[in-house]
């Protein structure tokens, strides 16, 4: 009976490990090399837009095909998380504008950041607007609730784990300032996520911030 229970325990552990790497490994992975090809990509080129929209579909496939009964949006609160959200992007907007003043005078970090501008500047507008859209919403979805899920350990070990996950897929980008960003956004996120139960918060902050970001921050640095 005990060897019996013992390997019951042993395929549950192995079923977990297998899930981990199907849901949480894989997909990171996959990400990371569709980030990587994008911003090898010409500037605005058709390239990069394929590449990006691909990451957006592992995020959201990933969700397909693990998602759990926990529903991703809670509409009961809704406003009150939008309203939350939108302040807490709006935050680190100010932040981060604040810190583009300085960065554009380090060309090791403003460099790094006006090449993946470039897309925005050369390519077409609304195709970029719209891929960052997705983009952030699906980094939600994986990273706050298909990776969090599934990741051992108490909520504080599995929020860091999928942050440093969060940092090292966004890294693939080669742009510095991207994986402070990617700290900031990704633990107001987490936060926001457990407080509220909910992605709509998460959503809104990552949403307000990017966009504000992608339309702003070509006219400082």
């Known amino acids: 009976m005990v060897t019996h229970n013992t390997d019951f325990l042993r395929e549950r552990n192995e079923a977990s490990t297998r899930e981990i790497l199907l849901a949480v490994v894989l997909p990171g992975a996959l990400a990371a090399l569709g980030l990587g090809i994008a911003s090898h990509a010409p500037d605005g080129g058709v390239v990069f837009y394929v590449a990006t929209f ?26 009150k998380d939008v309203v939350r959200g939108l302040v807490i992007g709006m935050a680190l907007l100010a932040l981060f504008l604040a810190g583009a003043l300085l960065v554009r005078f380090i060309p090791f970090l403003s460099e790094p950041v006006h090449a993946l501008l470039d897309n925005a500047r050369y390519g077409a507008l609304w195709v970029t607007i719209l891929t960052t859209a997705i983009n952030g919403i699906g980094e939600e979805v994986y990273f706050r609730r298909i990776a969090f899920d599934r990741l051992p350990g108490t909520w504080l070990a599995r929020a860091v784990m999928s942050l440093v996950l969060y940092i090292a897929v966004t890294a693939a980008m080669g742009v510095p300032l991207l994986a402070l960003a990617a700290i900031a956004v990704g633990v107001a996120a987490s936060y926001e996520a457990r407080r509220t139960g909910s992605l709509v918060s998460p959503c809104v902050l990552h949403l307000s911030w990017s966009l504000s970001m992608l339309l702003i921050l070509p006219h400082l640095i």
Not at 60 to 79: E, I, V, Y
């Open 54 to 79: 691909a990451v957006a579909a592992v995020y959201f496939l990933t969700w397909a095909c693990f998602r759990t009964s926990r529903p991703l949006f809670d509409t009961s609160r809704l406003g």
